[in-house]
């Protein structure tokens, strides 16, 4: 994989998503926060579902604090590990609040000191709540970058590093929301939909399929 392929391949992905983003729903950078530390080994639609009556309710650390963990497990019981998140958030939002003034934190190491945060999570709110070209590694892209051959590695953290390097400075901002969409939808685990994928020809994967 060279450097002219892979501007081609983010032109082309952008051509196609020009303004691509979470599939999360969020209003506040707060809101984002608690909706990823909820998605862990759950799907974005069952957050979303859960988030929907949550966030009417409580949508700010004092509140969710204000409702008690019993509170807050009722609207989250539907998630998967709701019991550990529940915990989770309820230290977050104190976190939020004895720290940082209610405010989410625009630093990596700020975020990565709230319970139930790690990298990943950090690295999604930098990039969609504040506009920071991070790369947040999850099995989508963790995949898309080996399949490919975008960015191959054999851990997280080297997939992560190496996309910072290597993708083009100009798709830095989007690259990850392009190559979660791209992993969730046709870069597919199982199966992958070669037939209907529009970097086929620029893919180095050798057991490409014929699945549109």
Not at 32 to 38: E, K, M
Not at 111 to 129: H, I
Not at 137 to 146: E, K, W
Not at 196 to 208: G, Q, T
Request: hydrophobic fraction near 35%; charged fraction near 25%; include cysteine.
């Amino acid at each position: 994989m060279n450097a002219e392929k892979r501007r081609q391949i983010f032109t082309r992905l952008r051509e196609q998503n020009p303004n691509p983003t979470t599939e999360l729903n969020y209003d506040t950078p707060f809101e984002l926060l608690i909706a990823v530390i909820l998605s862990a080994q759950a799907t974005d639609v069952g957050v979303n579902k859960a988030t929907a009556k949550l966030f009417p309710v409580a949508n700010t650390p004092q509140a969710i604090l204000d409702l008690g963990l019993e509170g807050l497990k009722s609207y989250i019981k539907t998630i998967g590990l709701y019991n550990s998140k529940a915990e989770n958030v309820i230290k977050t939002c104190r976190a939020l609040i004895d720290e940082h003034g209610g405010e989410v934190p625009r630093t990596r190491e700020a975020l990565e000191k709230l319970p139930g945060v790690g990298r990943k999570t950090a690295n999604v709110v930098l990039n969609t709540a504040f506009g920071q070209p991070t790369m947040a590694v999850d099995t989508h892209i963790f995949r898309v970058s080996n399949r490919t051959r975008i960015a191959p590695g054999k851990t997280v953290l080297e997939v992560e590093k190496k996309l910072l390097r290597f993708v083009p400075k100009e798709f830095l901002q989007d690259a990850h929301h392009w190559l979660i969409l791209h992993g969730r939808y046709v870069c597919t685990a199982r199966k992958p939909r070669c037939g209907a994928c529009i970097i086929e020809d620029l893919c180095e994967y050798k057991d490409k399929t014929e699945y549109a």
